[in-house]
């Protein structure tokens, strides 16, 4: 039996002012190549780092959303290895002591009942490399990405499925949006994901006697597949490793520990190096940064900081508007938006209330937004008039639906037949069909009624 271990990593751009160790402009799109950069982040000899106040502090932030540990005391490591993009030799990163760890995010299923738990091992902060670009036989470099503040998030390998990883990695856009630090444009690159995938061979016995399946051994190989740019196809690119590594698996060979890339038109993985350890990378402290100590007062005040978290603000809306699991969270996909909405919904809810309409306001208010949108320049008070009358009974013309319900009774018989033998759950279809022949101009109540009488006869 092959059951799916997946961890991921996840690399995010922060948008801050100044690159990660110099003064150079950290955004850098549509830039001639090479034109934003400096000695430093072009590792020239002699040039020294000064670290990035605001992307230390934006780590943090990003830690505390994540339910992580922040380390009162940080510092900055020498990652060697040796690639184009990377003009020094090495990447200035963290290894043994990162900005924050043991964090956890709790992922809803679309049912809004059931929750599963991701543990976050480690949020740290590094400089991102430049940028290879293949032209004809040719591997040009453009350095203006060099040394832009770089946060990598690395989980646990708590998942088995690729849909987990997808619906995981979806709430985590949406907290990095929340907490402003970044665009997480993937587009872009400035948020790019990066699972690494293995399969745990269990035997019959393994299987009888544990109680736990994420206790036993991990496999003793894992591949990586770097850089995809959305969510879609880290899901598809899970979905083909898993299958590619099962049938080696099944040849009694072993998959090679590698990193690979994701042919997005073919929808396969392709080999590209093979996959280093930490050793390999020869870390040492950053003798040039000194280690650095978080103050209580700074980490109390990025704690304060912290906005309301989708999560949240997808419960308070569930209690606050009486409105259905999948209308709040899809209301809360996006925190400007999300202001917005709850800001006309509360007005809304004041005025039908002020009519007499107390129950379901706020799911008819949810329902409009989320099915029919909405014009992000309307008024709170000509949004309240469109949901105080969608709440008002429609005036059915009864001449009409008297000939409607006879027209339609006559054409479902199957239907007719099934209520009176008691799935008395057909009616609602036979609403429908009354309410589409009066073309929505009729109240649902006034239609049933008309059906339940009429089916009496």
């Known amino acids: 039996m092959h059951i799916p271990v997946i961890g991921l990593e996840i690399h995010v751009e922060l948008k ?31 040039a020294l780092p000064v670290p990035n106040r605001k992307a230390l502090e934006w780590t943090a932030k990003i830690g505390k959303a994540l339910g992580c540990s922040i380390s009162k005391l940080t510092k900055f490591d020498r990652k060697h290895y040796f690639y184009p993009d990377l003009p020094k030799a090495y990447q200035i990163s963290q290894y043994d002591e990162p900005v924050a760890v043991n964090g956890h995010v709790d992922i809803t299923a679309k049912d809004g009942k059931t929750v599963k738990k991701f543990g976050i091992r480690r949020v740290h902060l590094e400089e991102d490399t430049g940028k290879l670009m293949h032209v004809g036989e040719d591997t040009l470099v453009d350095f203006n990405r060099s040394s832009v503040p770089l946060v990598e998030i690395v989980t646990e390998p708590d998942f088995d499925n690729s849909e987990d990883v997808k619906l995981f990695l979806e709430e985590l856009h949406t907290i990095i949006r929340y907490l402003d630090v970044s665009d997480a444009d993937m587009e872009k690159g400035t948020m790019r994901l990066e699972p690494n995938i293995s399969l745990r061979v269990i035997t019959n016995e393994e299987l009888r006697i544990t109680k ?18 959305s969510f879609n196809f880290a899901k598809k690119a899970i979905d083909f490793e898993l299958k590619r590594q099962q049938e080696i698996l099944e040849k009694g060979e072993t998959p090679k520990q590698e990193t690979r890339g994701y042919n997005e038109s073919k929808g396969e993985t392709y080999a590209q190096r093979s996959k280093e350890d930490a050793h390999d990378y020869r870390y040492f402290p950053e003798p040039d940064i000194p280690p650095i100590e978080f103050s209580d007062d700074l980490l109390s005040s990025i704690e304060k900081d912290l906005p309301e978290l989708p999560a949240e603000k997808v419960e308070r809306f569930i209690s606050d508007f009486d409105i259905k699991y999948a209308d709040a969270f899809q209301l809360t996909r996006n925190k400007v938006q999300s202001e917005f909405f709850e800001k006309i919904i509360i007005q809304a809810i004041k005025a039908a209330n002020s009519k007499g309409f107390n129950e379901g306001v706020g799911q008819r208010a949810a329902n409009w937004i989320v099915n029919k949108g909405i014009d992000p320049n309307i008024s709170n008070d000509e949004f309240a008039k469109i949901i105080i009358d969608n709440m008002k009974p429609k005036e059915t013309d009864m001449s009409l639906l008297s000939e409607v319900v006879t027209s339609v009774l006559a054409a479902q018989e199957k239907s007719v037949a099934d209520y009176k033998a008691g799935k008395t759950a057909a009616i609602m279809f036979l609403v429908g069909q009354v309410m589409k022949e009066m073309k929505g101009q009729a109240d649902a109540a006034t239609v049933r009624s008309a059906l339940e009488e009429a089916l009496k006869s």
């Open 212 to 229: 736990d399946i994420s206790s036993l051994p991990l496999p003793n190989y894992k591949v990586e597949v770097k850089n995809i740019n």
């Open 16 to 46: 801050t002012k100044s690159k990660m160790f110099c003064q150079c402009e950290a955004y850098y799109f549509g830039k001639k190549p090479n034109t934003n950069t400096c000695p430093v982040c072009l590792g020239m000899p002699g």
